[in-house]
């Protein structure tokens, strides 16, 4: 039996070209999160809504 392909399968996102300075990799600040979101966002323009998950809450 073969599982329907959900949303996540389907959709390949977008990688930012423009990267973010961190201080630390491990522990980015609240600005710095805002930074990446934001630039994952404006890559994936032309996809449908997506998620990003803060691991570190």
Known sequence: MV???TDADKITPNVPGDKVTVKDPSQ????EKDQVKTNVTNANKDKR???IYDRTK
């Open 49 to 51: 809504r997506f998620f």
């Open 3 to 5: 599982s329907p392909a």
């Open 28 to 31: 980015l600040t609240e600005g």
